[in-house]
């Protein structure tokens, strides 16, 4: 099955199950079978119920760095009674990302901070900076694992925008961490590239706390549960 056709088949599959649960949906509908605020994306699937209403975008992970997709998320966000559903359907291991590895013990992520805060001191800023994204990926695939085990292995930008559309990090944070994957992409591939002390300070003052983060990410998926709204695959 490729690519195009696992995503046609996981949209039957939800538009399936929205409609068991009393949804009237709408596959692939055209800018006049929605609510104004849709009418200029293109979204995978329309399922309201009363006052209710779900988008559903079924992805490939390739598919979410599109600026189009980032505007819809927000578009929802602002319409009270709407939710955004993403479904990412892709490999289930990213390329870059090996498939045996234990993640980073959350209990050692705090000394991997306090050697890039070490480092930095030391004006070995970029360093420093890969030692902070190495704590930091850690993190968010610790937090992406508290909703669904199977993104854990998913790509560093995947994981990212996952969570930004779950509300599990804000804006600031994804913008933050968003340059910081690009100078991490940029520096271990070879490329000129350099970061300052404030930067990375900023960098590791912005990083989720781990206990509570779980927390949140556990109980926004219940919540979610509860609610019958299915959660990020």
Do not use: C
Not at 3 to 22: F, S, T
Not at 77 to 91: A, I, N
């Amino acid at each position: 099955m490729n690519q195009a056709e696992m995503e046609n088949a996981k949209l039957e599959e939800l538009a399936a199950r929205y409609r068991e649960k009393g949804y009237d949906v709408v596959l692939r509908p055209r800018a006049d079978e929605v609510p104004p605020f849709l009418a200029p994306f293109q979204p995978d699937l329309v399922a309201t119920s009363g006052d209710e209403g779900v988008v559903v975008e079924v992805k490939s992970s390739s598919d979410l760095g599109s600026d189009s997709f980032v505007r819809l998320a927000e578009a929802v966000e602002r319409q009270p009674g709407w939710k955004l559903q993403l479904t990412v359907v892709s490999p289930p291991v990213a390329p870059e990302v090996p498939r045996s590895a234990d993640l980073v013990p959350e209990d050692r992520i705090e000394s991997i901070l306090a050697q890039a805060q070490e480092l930095n001191r030391e004006k070995r800023h970029e360093m420093a900076a890969i030692t902070a994204w190495t704590a930091a990926e850690a993190i968010l695939r610790h937090m992406v694992r508290a909703s669904d085990a199977r993104s854990e292995r998913k790509s560093s930008g995947t994981i990212l925008k996952e969570l930004y559309v779950l509300g599990l990090i804000d804006a600031g944070q994804y913008d933050t961490f968003a340059r910081a994957m690009e100078f991490r992409d940029a520096y271990t591939h070879g490329f000129s590239a350099t970061v300052t002390r404030q930067a990375v300070d900023r960098f590791i003052r912005i990083m989720p706390d781990q206990p509570a983060q779980r927390r949140h990410v556990q109980f926004t998926v219940a919540k979610r549960r509860d609610q019958g709204q299915p959660q990020a695959l």
